[in-house]
Structure formats: structure tokens, C-alpha cells
T-cell receptor
Framework: ETGVTQSPTHLIKTRGQQVTLRCSSQSGHNTVSWYQQALGQGPQFIFQYYREEENGRGNFPPRFSGLQFPNYSSELNVNALELDDSALYLC???????????FGPGTRLTVL | AQSVAQPEDQVNVAEGNPLTVKCTYSVSGNPYLFWYVQYPNRGLQFLLKYITGDNLVKGSYGFEAEFNKSQTSFHLKKPSALVSDSALYFCAVRDIGDFNKFYFGSGTKLNVKP
């Protein structure tokens, strides 16, 4: 186990709703990255937070937003959910921006 | 842009035989390469990485990977496969020039048969 935890494990929402996913980073890690993994595909980078600031973003629209807290835990917020947002959302923490990323178990989001 | 390719969707191997899962990369500058494994309904587990140094990198669970600069490859290997190695394997490259973003391949499903 990596020590990275995510909640909830599963979530079902309907189109247009908003969702918040949570991640607790491994002890001592100050960097959190979020990924979206659609069925049958590799993870796609959403964004990274380093010391409470967004530090890089992938090709995702602004309705995907995040936060990192002083204890380095993080949230991913998705507004105006679309059917294509259905995926496994993975959080990864690292000791700093350059280090190996360690992944949590993921949150499975289903949008109906 | 950085990218990795995993040319095989699936690899089948008998238990006890050697296994190879292929990965090729395209990067500008020095490559920072990783292998992760994913079991069903689980997150990704780190196996090994290449940053610099020896071309043969040893990792967890008896896995190793060979970095080949001339062929731009980073194939994952294991001398003797176990049934428990059956999982989804991802190769990834880190773009140190772009906020250390990770780019993952599409994954290769490894099936080890008894």
C-alpha cells in the first residue's frame, strides 16, 4: 500500500451535477497530481498541485478544478458533469514535483 | 511533446517462462521513464524507473527494464513469470520541461497461464 487514500470509492451522479473527490497524500509528500482513466485507456493528466498552488494542467476544461490544503491533501471538483466524465479518477502524491508518483486506489465516477 | 507507445494490447506467456512487455518513447531531452502495474479495480503501483545510469534497471517483484537509447525503447522484463503477475502494465514518461507531467501509454494486459 502506498499510503495515498481517496474517497469515495464509488460515486454515481447525473448529468449537470457537480462532484468533489478527495485525496490524502502520503505522509511527507507535498505534491499531488490528478488523473482521469477512462475504461481501457491509460491515465490522462488533469493537473498537479504543489504546496497549495496549481503547478501544471493537462487538456481539461475549466470545469475541472482543484484545491490543495495546508496538510497537502487535495480535492478535485468537476462541475456540469457530462456522460464522458465517467471514469476512474486517480490521485498520486510525490515527495516533491520531480519525484516518483505513488497512486491511490482511485474513485470510480459514473455519470448517468 | 513527450509520449510513450505500447505496441501490444495483450501479451500471453506461460508460467515459468520469461516475459517482455514493450515500450517505446519519444522525448526531447533526456528521458525519465517509469513502469507501473495496475490490478483490477486498483490504482497504479510503481515498479521501477530510469533516470540516468545503468541501462538495466531493477525494480519490485523481480521485474527489470532495459533502457535502449538507440532504439528509444524501455522494455519491461522478468526472467520467470508468475500467474500472479497477470495485470495491466503501463509505461510512462515524465516531461521535466513541462511541470513534470506524466504521459502514460495505453497499457498492455499481461496474461500468465499456469
Amino acid at each position: 500500500e502506498t499510503g495515498v487514500t481517496q474517497s469515495p470509492t464509488h460515486l454515481i451522479k447525473t448529468r449537470g451535477q457537480q462532484v468533489t473527490l478527495r485525496c490524502s497524500s502520503q505522509s511527507g509528500h507535498n505534491t499531488v497530481s490528478w488523473y482521469q482513466q477512462a475504461l481501457g485507456q491509460g491515465p490522462q493528466f488533469i493537473f498537479q498541485y504543489y504546496r497549495e498552488e496549481e503547478n501544471g494542467r493537462g487538456n481539461f476544461p475549466p470545469r475541472f478544478s482543484g484545491l490543495q490544503f495546508p496538510n497537502y491533501s487535495s480535492e478535485l471538483n468537476v462541475n456540469a458533469l457530462e456522460l464522458d466524465d465517467s471514469a476512474l479518477y486517480l490521485c498520486a502524491s510525490s515527495l516533491n514535483r520531480e519525484d516518483t508518483q505513488y497512486f491511490g486506489p482511485g474513485t470510480r465516477l459514473t455519470v448517468l | 511533446a513527450q509520449s510513450v507507445a505500447q505496441p501490444e494490447d495483450q501479451v500471453n506467456v506461460a508460467e515459468g517462462n520469461p516475459l517482455t512487455v514493450k515500450c517505446t518513447y519519444s522525448v526531447s531531452g533526456n528521458p525519465y521513464l517509469f513502469w507501473y502495474v495496475q490490478y483490477p479495480n486498483r490504482g497504479l503501483q510503481f515498479l521501477l524507473k530510469y533516470i540516468t545510469g545503468d541501462n538495466l534497471v531493477k525494480g519490485s517483484y523481480g521485474f527489470e527494464a532495459e533502457f535502449n537509447k538507440s532504439q528509444t525503447s524501455f522494455h519491461l522484463k522478468k526472467p520467470s513469470a508468475l500467474v500472479s503477475d497477470s495485470a495491466l502494465y503501463f509505461c510512462a514518461v515524465r516531461d521535466i520541461g513541462d511541470f513534470n507531467k506524466f504521459y502514460f501509454g495505453s497499457g498492455t494486459k499481461l496474461n500468465v497461464k499456469p
